[in-house]
C-alpha cells in the first residue's frame, strides 16, 4: 500500500488503513485508529470550486462527497454518516450519470468550496515589541519589523505595542507627532478597562475628525480601533518613523538587577484589543521577547538577578513561587485569543529563557508560531521571521484565519480527540466518545492560524460490540470539514473524506495495512501529550508496554523461544523509532530547559509525518571518496575517519568532517587543483543542507563540526552507540561513544525476551 501517495490526494495518514471490526480487536491492535490530517495539504491541481458546499440536514450537516448514494432521476442523494434522504438543490437540476458535479468524482475525495460570505476587515497583524534589549539587538529587531512592512498586503490592518517598564499602545492615525498611550506594566488589565480607557468596544460613538459617512463604517468595523490599527498603505510612514525612532527602555537598571519587562501586561492589552475591535477576524499578535516578564501578571522570574530561572527541577518539585500563577495566566489569555479567532506568534532572541514554558499555551491552543533563537541579530530569526509572510503563486499569504475543524464518522466509529495547535470548541455530538485522547469531549476543533504544514492528529475508537461484527468489505467513513477565512478575506470550507474497509479482527489484511511511520508519529504525539502532566518515567513505561503488547499480537515466534521471534516488514522499523522516542529531548528533558522542551514539542505537535520522523529519529547521510553519497544508519558505526556525514535532525543541521577528512582540509588540498575530488566531496554536503535550510520552518541551527571538535557533541548524542566504552561494537569500526544508554541491539533483544513471554 503506497501510504504516500494517499497523503498527496487527502493530507490524511492513517495508522491503520484496514480496520478491526469490533471494539475489543481494536484494543488488540494497541496502537489506536488514528488519522494525521494535514489541513491546508497543498494541491495544485486541484483549484478550489467557486460555489457552496452542499449539505445534509441539520444536525448531521455533512457534506456531499463520492461515497453519498446518488438518485439522479429523483434528484435526490442519501448521507452515508446519517442515512437521511436530501433533495438537490435547484442549480444541480441538470445532474446525471454521465454529468456529476466534481465532489461526487473519486480524485474529489478533498475538495475546496470558496463561499460568499467574506470577512468583513482584511487579516490584522498586532506586533508586541521588547525594548529592554542592547542597542544592536533593538536596531535588528526594528529593520526586521520594517522589511516586514513589505511583505504584507497593502489593506492587512497592522497596530503596534512597545513595552519594557510601562506598556505602550502607540497612536497611528495621529499624523502630527508620535503619540502613544501608556499602561502600568505592573498591572493586569481586564477586557471592561481596556475599553474604557482608549474608547473603544461596540458603544463606541462617532469620533471627531473623519468625515461621518466614513467614519461610520469604519467603527462598525473596527469598534473605534481605527486610530491604532490602520491598513499598512495607509500608516506605513508613520509606523516606520516611530520604529526607526524607537530607544531602548528608559528605566535604569542596576547591575544585580534585571530589567522589568511587563511582557504579560503588554499581552493583555494586545489581545483585549483585537478581541474588542475585530472578534471573530484574522488576526495575529506577534511578540517579540528579548527577556524573561520580571513584573506584573505572567511574571517568570523576579527582577533580582540572585533569583536563578526555573528548571526542569523547580517545576516538577513546584518550588518555583511564579511558574503556576504565570501559567494560568497566560492559559487564560490563550483562551480569549482563541475563541476570539487570534493567533499568537512568540520569537524569542535571548541567550536565557524567556518564559516560553509558560507561554506556550499561547502559541499552542491558536496555532501561531514559536521561534526560540539565541539573539534577534542571527539569521534563524530573520529568515524564520520572514517565512511567516510566505506568498502563493496569487500572491496571497499562505496562512488561514479563524479556522475550524469538524469531525463526522459513521456510527460505528467515534472520536477521542485531537492532539494538534487547537482548542475544543465544545461540540458535543453523538459519535463524541467517553475515552479522551488528547483534546477530547468534542467534535469540532478551533484552529485560530493554519497554514499549509499543519498537521493534526486525530484519534478514532471502534464503537462497535462483538454481537454487531461488521461484515468485511463495509466501509467506516471519516468527514473533515475545514472553515477557515483565506488570506484573500474570502471564508473557505476545505473537505476530506476517506473511507477504510473493516476486516476480521484476526485477518492478514490489518497487519497489512500498518502504515508504521504515522503509528510511530501519532504515539509520539499522545507520549508528549501526558508527558505534560505525567512523570517521565511513567510515559516512559506506558511507551515499553504499548511496544510490548504490539510486538506480541504482531510479531512471529514461538512461545520462550527469544530466538525464533521476527516482525513483519510492516512492523521492523517501529521499534526503532520508539528506541529514538524513549532517548528524545521530548521525553528526556535532562540538558534541556522548560523553554527548549516547550519549544520542540510545540514542532512536534504541528509538523507531518515526514518531518516529525525527522525530529524523532534524525536522517544520517555519509559522503566518501570512494562512491555517491548514501544513507546509513544511525549509528556509532558510521562515524569514520575518512568521510563527511550530514545530520538532519529537524532543529539541526550538522555537517561532519571525520579526521582525516578534516586534516586534508586544513592542510588546504581542496584548494589545489589535482585534488579537485577533494573539493566536490566538501561541497556535496554543504550543497544539500542548503537545500535543507530553504523549506524549514522554524530555520534550524546550522552547524559544521571536526571529529572529536565540541560540537560534534550533536551528533554523538543522537547516534545509536553500537561502541560504547563498556561495550564491543557488533558491527566494526566507529568511534566508541561515552554514555551508559542501553544500544538499539541490546533494547531489541530485551524486547523480542519480553515479546515471546506473552505476559507484559
Known amino acids: 500500500m503506497d501510504f504516500e501517495a494517499i497523503e498527496d490526494q487527502d493530507g490524511v495518514r492513517c495508522s491503520w488503513n484496514v480496520l478491526p471490526n469490533t471494539r475489543i480487536e481494536a484494543t488488540r491492535c494497541v496502537v489506536p485508529v488514528s488519522a494525521l490530517y494535514t489541513v491546508l495539504k497543498d494541491r495544485p491541481n486541484v483549484p478550489p470550486v467557486m460555489y457552496e458546499p452542499v449539505m445534509c440536514k441539520a444536525p448531521c450537516r455533512a457534506v456531499l462527497n463520492p461515497y453519498c448514494q446518488i438518485d439522479v432521476r429523483g434528484k435526490l442523494w442519501i448521507c452515508p454518516f446519517c442515512l437521511q434522504r436530501n433533495q438537490f438543490p435547484p442549480h444541480y437540476r441538470d445532474i446525471a450519470a454521465h454529468n456529476l458535479p466534481p465532489e461526487l468524482h473519486q480524485q474529489y475525495t478533498t475538495i475546496e468550496y470558496t463561499m460568499a460570505r467574506q470577512s468583513p476587515v482584511p487579516p490584522v497583524f498586532m506586533f508586541v515589541v521588547d525594548t529592554c534589549l542592547e542597542e544592536d539587538e533593538l536596531k535588528a529587531l526594528k529593520d526586521s519589523l520594517i522589511l516586514a512592512l513589505s511583505l504584507l498586503p497593502p489593506n ?15 497612536e497611528l492615525g495621529y499624523q502630527e507627532c508620535a503619540k502613544s498611550y501608556v499602561f502600568r506594566g505592573s498591572k493586569d488589565y481586564n477586557v471592561k478597562q481596556i475599553q474604557e ?22 467603527a462598525q468595523q473596527t469598534y473605534g480601533a481605527e486610530r491604532f490599527v490602520q491598513p499598512v498603505e495607509q500608516c506605513e510612514f508613520t509606523l516606520t518613523s516611530i520604529l526607526e525612532q524607537l ?38 499578535v506577534m511578540l517579540f521577547c528579548g527577556g524573561p516578564a520580571t513584573q506584573g501578571p505572567g511574571m517568570v522570574v523576579g527582577p533580582e538577578l540572585k533569583e536563578p530561572m526555573r528548571s526542569h527541577h523547580d517545576i516538577e518539585k513546584e518550588s518555583d513561587r511564579h511558574y503556576r500563577k504565570a501559567v494560568k495566566f497566560f492559559e487564560a489569555l490563550a483562551k480569549r485569543a482563541s475563541n476570539a479567532g487570534h493567533a499568537v506568534d512568540i520569537f524569542s532572541g535571548c541567550l536565557d529563557q524567556v518564559g516560553l514554558a509558560e507561554m506556550k499555551s499561547l502559541v499552542n491552543w491558536t496555532g501561531g508560531h514559536m521561534v526560540l533563537t539565541d539573539s534577534f541579530v542571527t539569521a534563524i530569526f530573520k529568515q524564520s521571521f520572514q517565512r511567516v509572510f510566505e506568498k502563493d503563486e496569487q500572491d496571497q499569504l499562505m496562512m488561514g484565519f479563524n479556522a475550524m475543524i469538524e469531525v463526522q464518522t459513521t456510527k460505528e466509529l467515534k472520536v477521542c480527540g485531537l492532539i494538534g495547535p487547537g482548542i475544543s470548541a465544545a461540540k458535543k455530538t453523538a459519535i463524541v466518545s467517553d475515552t479522551e485522547i488528547g483534546i477530547g469531549g468534542t467534535s469540532a476543533w478551533r484552529l485560530a492560524a493554519i497554514n499549509p504544514r499543519t498537521t493534526v492528529g486525530m484519534y478514532f475508537e471502534v464503537a462497535n460490540q462483538q454481537s454487531q461484527a461488521l461484515q468485511p468489505g463495509s466501509h467506516a467513513l471519516v468527514q473533515f470539514a475545514t472553515t477557515y477565512q483565506h488570506a484573500s ?87 526503532q523509532f520508539m528506541y529514538h522516542l524513549r532517548r528524545s529531548q521530548f ?10 522542551t516547550a519549544f520542540y514539542r510545540h514542532c512536534l505537535f504541528r509538523e507531518d509525518t515526514n518531518n516529525s520522523l525527522t525530529m524523532i529519529q534524525p536522517s544520517l547521510s555519509s ?46 588540498y581542496h584548494e589545489q587543483p589535482e585534488y579537485e575530488n577533494l573539493r566536490l566531496l566538501l561541497d556535496a554536503p554543504v550543497q544539500e543542507a542548503q537545500n535543507l535550510l530553504v523549506e524549514r520552518m522554524p530555520v534550524p541551527r546550522y552547524i559544521v563540526c571536526d571529529q572529536n571538535g565540541s560540537q560534534a557533541r550533536f551528533l554523538v548524542s543522537k547516534l545509536n552507540p553500537s561502541t560504547s566504552y563498556n561495550s564491543a561494537n557488533q558491527y566494526g569500526g566507529g568511534e566508541a561513544v561515552l554514555t551508559d544508554d542501553v544500544n538499539f541491539h541490546s533494547f531489541l533483544a530485551a524486547l523480542s525476551g519480553l515479546a515471546v513471554k506473552g505476559a507484559s
Open 197 to 218: 480607557m482608549l474608547g473603544i468596544g461596540s458603544g463606541v460613538r462617532n469620533q471627531p475628525g473623519a468625515a461621518p459617512q466614513q467614519q461610520q463604517h469604519m
Open 489 to 575: 478575506g474570502q471564508y473557505r470550507m476545505r473537505v476530506t473524506t476517506i473511507a477504510r474497509n473493516w476486516a476480521e479482527g484476526a485477518s492478514p489484511e490489518i497487519a497489512a495495512s500498518f502504515d508504521q511511520e504515522a503509528a510511530a508519529t501519532l504515539m509520539s504525539r499522545i507520549a508528549v501529550f501526558k508527558s505534560e502532566v505525567d512523570e517521565t518515567a511513567d510515559v516512559l513505561r506506558w511507551l515499553d508496554r504499548m511496544l510490548i503488547r504490539l510486538c506480541q499480537k504482531f510479531g512471529d515466534y514461538r512461545r520462550d523461544d527469544q530466538a525464533s521471534f521476527r516482525l513483519g516488514p510492516g512492523f521492523s522499523i517501529y521499534p
Open 156 to 170: 492587512a490592518l497592522v497596530g503596534l505595542i512597545t513595552y519594557g517598564t510601562m506598556v505602550q499602545l502607540h
Open 623 to 668: 559522503y566518501g571518496l570512494e562512491g555517491a553519497p548514501a544513507p546509513v544508519v544511525l549509528d556509532s558505526a558510521s562515524m569514520k575517519p575518512d568521510v563527511i556525514l550530514l545530520l538532519d535532525s529537524f532543529f539541526h543541521i550538522l555537517i561532519w568532517h571525520g579526521e582525516t577528512i578534516a586534516e586534508w582540509r586544513k592542510a588546504g
Open 587 to 596: 521525553l528526556q528533558v535532562f540538558n534541556s530547559s522548560p523553554d527548549e
Open 247 to 284: 530607544q531602548r527602555d528608559p528605566w535604569p537598571v542596576a547591575s544585580d538587577r534585571r530589567a522589568l519587562r511587563s511582557t504579560g501586561a503588554a499581552m493583555a492589552v494586545a489581545v483585549g484589543v483585537l478581541e474588542t475591535a475585530f472578534p471573530n477576524a484574522g488576526g495575529r
